[in-house]
């Protein structure tokens, strides 16, 4: 085990089994978005678990974490394990996911425990989070009609780039991007038209889309000043690759139809690793409403999903065998 602070936040790295050969990352993350008091208090309803970050991703973790002591007893992988604590930072600076990879924390295979309902993930959305400032002219509240009121300005940007032409685009697992209005900062006193509002749009962007071309198209509706706050490209990977097709095997009682056919909304730190050439998916429990009031995990699925996990890595060492005595 190698525990270290980034950014003043703890870290966790465990490597288990074997010393070489094989190696498989399983990843995941402690941190959660903020919600309301009563969401930190958890409770139990059927066979669901409700609570901030119980779906995303606290129940995975908890199952990748007894997945991982069950496989420190197997000698024939070399499982890392690792957590990291920034995942839903909206800053794409120095992220500790970048930091694993640059410890050596690298493999042949990572599967990071993001929400997927047993799918597996083979495609997510790219991220282009933006700050757009817009000035007006301020005059006072009685007669708005001698200022130019930058909050009503930057709603009308707003709904510009909803109109553009790379919204109603789709690929074979999206139907559309998404782009959402997430902050808004404008006005300092009621009586007054505001000069200046600044708005936080969180575009997430399909595979085969380019960000460049996004920016100059958003900048045509939205002028200079838009500024970048993070970017991270959309992951993809070989639905055909080998680990992909253990990891399906693996989770091959899943009751809903293909289990290699998820494209994600959300981003995740999986693209740390697929930057580093490492082939990287999103596999988690079943589950819903993360991010949402009533978040909830699947009691049941954590145990399938711990099983899944402990039968890959098997299945990875079988494969690995089967390839020595075919050489030898």
Same mark, same amino acid.
């Given at each position: 085990? @190698? =525990? ?16 070489? %050969? ?8 402690? =941190?959660?978005?903020?919600?309301? /008091? ?8 059927? =066979?669901? #678990? ?8 606290k129940g995975g973790l908890a199952a990748m974490m007894i997945a991982t002591a069950e496989l420190a007893a197997q ?9 990291? /604590? ?44 933006? @700050?757009?400032?817009? +000035? ?18 930057a709603i009308d940007v707003f709904r510009s780039i909803e109109s553009l032409p790379f919204t109603r685009e789709s690929?074979?697992?999206?139907? @559309? ?10 006005? =300092? ?18 595979? %085969? ?5 996004? #920016? ?21 990977? *070989? ?7 253990? #990891?399906a095997e693996a989770v091959s009682d899943h009751p809903h139809g293909d289990r290699i056919s998820v494209g994600r *909304?959300?981003?995740? *730190? ?8 490492? /082939? $990287? ?11 949402? /009031? ?7 699925? #954590? *145990? @399938?999903?711990?099983? $899944?996990?402990? +039968? ?17």
């Open positions: 085990m @190698r =525990d270290f602070v980034h950014n003043g936040r703890p870290v966790l790295g465990a490597t288990v089994g074997a010393t070489a %050969g094989p190696t498989i990352i399983l990843h995941g993350h402690v =941190d959660v978005v903020p919600g309301r /008091p009563e969401q930190f208090q958890p409770r139990i309803e059927g =066979d669901r #678990l409700i609570g901030r970050g119980a779906y995303d991703m000698d024939r992988v070399r499982v890392h394990f690792v957590c990291v /604590p920034d995942e839903e930072s909206d800053t794409a600076a120095d992220r500790a996911s970048d930091r694993l990879v640059e410890e050596g924390y690298t493999g042949d295979f990572a599967i990071t425990g993001e929400p997927t309902d047993l799918h597996i993930g083979v495609q997510a959305k790219g991220v282009l989070a933006l @700050r757009i400032e817009v +000035e007006g002219k301020a005059a006072h509240g009685s007669t708005p009609w001698e200022g130019d009121n930058a909050v009503l300005k690929s074979d697992l999206f139907d @559309r991007p998404s782009i959402n209005l997430g902050r808004i900062m404008g006005g =300092d006193v009621m009586n007054r038209v505001p000069d200046r509002c600044v708005i936080d749009v969180d575009i997430r962007f399909l595979p %085969g889309q380019d960000a460049e071309e996004l #920016l100059t198209a958003i900048g045509s509706v939205a002028g200079e000043k838009v500024s970048v706050v993070l970017h991270r490209d959309p992951a993809i990977v *070989d639905r055909a690759n080998p680990h992909v097709l253990k #990891l *909304d959300g981003a995740s *730190d999986a693209v740390s690793f697929l930057d580093a050439g490492i /082939p $990287a998916v999103e596999f988690g429990p079943v589950g819903g409403g993360h991010h949402g /009031p009533d978040e909830w995990v699947s009691i049941s699925s #954590l *145990d @399938r999903y711990r099983a $899944a996990l402990v +039968e890959f890595v098997h299945l990875v060492a079988e494969g690995a065998e089967g390839k020595h005595l075919r050489i030898a």
